[in-house]
């Protein structure tokens, strides 16, 4: 009969016209999570109310920390909200809010009879809408509408001023109390109401009003929360006119005391304090990691960017971006905190923000493919008004700036950018392939400073001579003599490379760069690797395709792996709102995803060449009479392997470094034009970068030697 009751008056209030609550769909409109995993939170589906009220939970943030579990990188939200349980929350806010929006709350069944008849009264006599008489289990409703909303018409449709709308709330409200018992509804309440300043939820509003959990707010905070879910905007303390802020507090201080949840004596001494506000603007994005650690921006794109890739979080990029930002999940990266704090500050003593040329790093996890840390001279900003001129003419003609020192382009790699010339490293993919093909280490050739290939090249190639002929030369006559593995690596020899690829087969060793996880995103590179190209492809070995620092820092710890390729991974874990790791057909989706790309013996072999470049002395074979980076194993103080590199006219100068424990790939460029010399005198950066990062991010850590190669694959 009560419910009878209740719809007869509120048929009565709404043919007068008197329809309470505005239409705010056209702000509050979230898209609905559509698609990949479901989105998950504290509170379950409501599978016993009709079609139209069974929706997922309201969206909720997702944290994204460092590897340490507790440094926030970033949050990604649309709705700032994270779900609280009612036992983690003040039971001043609990009070607060009945006491401001439905004083009858434990009393009537979704629908109250008497306040409706009083808002009738009420609004007749003031010729307006002056008081609501909407429960908190029907604003409930509206908020659970609202949020399940598909399109903007539902969105309308559950916030708009019609009777239809407000009976429809009834109905619905009627039947959630049917389901469940107050403190439920109450709890659902306070994580589904919106505060203002984008905080979705109690746990978003003390956030960002106190900076403190919901279980500490006190008495004048929570009611001082509890009056902005009327009007967020009207009474929003944050704002310069904190008058109507603090009369409606007030408010709701005296209906507490009205009834009885504080004495009048407290809600006195309440009511002539002030406001004190401690606020907090939650970072949202990868343009909103903390300014004292900006450079972190460029990890968090590249995890961002491998999200984004990922189908376990939706069945395309607008899915999975939905996902990221509405599923509250708990992150845990693969960032190392101190020892990108520790490469950053090399990378910066050697390049600042200024400098046209990027000098950057990797690190890598060998054995995981997790990434550890992201260095390069650059801001993370989207601000690019002060940035320098551009280097390359066409887009200095249009007024593009250039790339420095704001820019949010992921330099490092992780997208579809693609890179830049990495020279000798890539001789490593010429050795690997001969290695596997059994060709042993000690394969010898008379390497001459120039040396009158097989390949063909192009008229115009300074290279080209007779017959158009690929003739490449050393960059020292010094180098001229019988060459190995060992001795053709530690000195970079480049007519012996030549040879070596010419007998292995250059699209074996352009097949082998694939297997270890380069990508060619330019049309030249997509067409000189193609089938039919690749076995013409003699400047490979000389590294003449671009690449990025992750896929050379993970390419190289596939060897320091023993031979185990690992995809470049940005997390440790991932876990739901509900604290559940997410998984995909089975399989978890943060797990390390690794493959043998090499025999063991292969790997060893390579990585034993690779000490003589160091100066670590190969335990196999002589590293001939000098090398290209001698001064690293003294740096690094540990056995450590690796490889120089640098293009024609030097137009990039890298290294890769490798110890079992960690692999890191260094560069520098300019990133506006690959065409602009970076000189000779600037190869010393990613070598000593590389050096110091492996120092650093190995001290304390036993000394580790890469164990030698078995004779079989040495003569």
Not at 479 to 492: D, E, H, L, V, Y
Not at 515 to 527: A, F, K, N, P, V
Not at 687 to 707: C, N, W, Y
Request: contains cysteine; hydrophobic residues 40%.
């Amino acid at each position: 009969m009560r419910a009878v009751k209740a719809l007869t008056l509120a048929a009565q209030f709404l043919r007068v016209g008197l329809i309470v609550g505005v239409a705010v769909a056209a702000v509050m409109y979230p898209l609905a999570a559509v698609g990949g995993l479901a989105l998950k939170s504290g509170a379950e589906k409501l599978d016993a109310l009709p079609s139209e009220m069974r929706i997922d939970a309201p969206a909720q943030t997702t944290y994204v920390y460092a590897a340490d579990g507790k440094t926030l990188i970033t949050m990604f939200y649309e709705e700032h909200r994270r779900y609280t349980k009612a036992n983690e929350i003040s039971p001043f806010m609990a009070q607060a809010i009945i006491a401001a929006e439905d004083a009858r709350f434990y009393e009537h069944n979704g629908v109250d009879p008497k306040g409706i008849a009083r808002a009738l009264v009420a609004n007749q006599q003031a010729g307006g809408v002056s008081q609501g008489a909407s429960t908190l289990t029907m604003q409930y409703v509206r908020m659970v509408l609202r949020d399940g909303a598909r399109t903007p018409a539902d969105a309308v449709a559950a916030t708009e001023q019609t009777s239809g709308r407000k009976i429809r709330e009834i109905r619905l409200a009627t039947l959630v109390e049917q389901k469940f018992t107050k403190e439920e509804i109450l709890e659902r309440y306070l994580n589904a109401a919106y505060f203002g300043h984008r905080a979705f939820g109690v746990f978003a509003a003390a956030q960002v009003f106190f900076s403190k959990h919901p279980r500490d707010l006190n008495l004048l905070e929570s009611a001082t929360l509890a009056g902005l879910v009327q009007a967020p905007s009207a009474y929003d303390p944050a704002g310069a006119d904190r008058k109507a802020a603090t009369a409606r507090r007030n408010y709701v201080i005296d209906r507490m005391v009205d009834l009885g949840h504080i004495t009048a004596e407290v809600g006195a001494a309440a009511k002539i304090k002030p406001i004190v506000l401690k606020l907090t603007n939650p970072p949202n994005d990868c343009v909103s990691v903390p300014q004292r650690r900006n450079h972190w921006g460029f990890f968090c794109d590249f995890f961002k960017s491998w999200w984004l890739s990922q189908p376990a979080f939706g069945a395309n990029q607008v899915e999975r971006e939905d996902n990221l930002r509405r599923g509250g999940y708990r992150i845990v990266t693969s960032l190392d905190p101190a020892l990108q704090q520790k490469a950053q500050r090399h990378v910066y003593n050697k390049e600042n923000t200024r400098s046209r040329f990027a000098l950057g790093q990797v690190v890598v996890e060998p054995g995981t493919g997790r990434v550890k840390s992201m260095a390069v001279n650059r801001v993370y900003s989207l601000d690019q008004s002060k940035n320098g001129d551009n280097s390359n003419p066409v887009k200095r003609r249009k007024n593009i700036p250039g790339n420095y020192p704001n820019t949010v382009n992921a330099l490092l790699g992780g997208s579809d950018l693609p890179g830049y010339q990495a020279g000798s490293t890539f001789k490593m993919f010429t050795m690997l392939a001969a290695l596997d093909k059994g060709m042993p280490l000690d394969t010898s050739f008379y390497s001459p400073h120039r040396y009158r290939s097989k390949y063909h090249t192009s008229w115009n190639d300074p290279k080209q001579c007779g017959g158009g002929r690929w003739c490449p030369q050393n960059a020292s006559k010094s180098m001229a003599g019988t060459r190995n593995m060992w001795s053709g690596f530690g000195m970079s020899v480049n007519t012996y490379f030549v040879q070596l690829e010419q007998k292995v087969g250059a699209e074996n060793a352009v097949r082998m760069a694939e297997r270890l996880g380069l990508r060619w995103r330019t049309e030249i590179d997509q067409l000189q690797a193609s089938p039919e190209k690749a076995g013409t492809w003699g400047a490979f070995t000389l590294g003449v395709a671009d690449t990025t620092p992750l896929e050379m820092a993970n390419a190289y710890a596939t060897v320091a792996a023993d031979g185990f390729y690992c995809e470049p991974l940005p997390v440790l874990s991932i876990k739901t709102a509900t604290g559940q790791p997410v998984k995909h057909h089975g399989v978890t989706v943060s797990d390390r995803r690794c493959t043998r790309a090499l025999h063991p013996a292969v790997a060893k072999a390579a990585a034993d060449a690779a000490t003589c470049v160091t100066g670590s002395g190969a335990k196999r074979g002589g590293c001939g009479p000098w090398s290209t980076a001698p001064q690293v194993r003294g740096i690094v103080q540990r056995p450590v392997a690796g490889k120089t590199g640098t293009t024609d006219n030097t137009r990039a100068a890298w290294f890769v470094g490798m110890t079992p424990e960690l692999a890191a790939a260094s560069f520098i460029a300019d990133p506006d034009n690959p065409f602009n010399n970076v000189g000779d005198w600037n190869s010393w950066k990613p070598i000593q970068t590389v050096a110091q990062t492996l120092r650093d991010g190995l001290a304390g850590k036993p000394k580790k030697s890469f164990e030698p190669p078995p004779m079989w694959i040495v003569h």
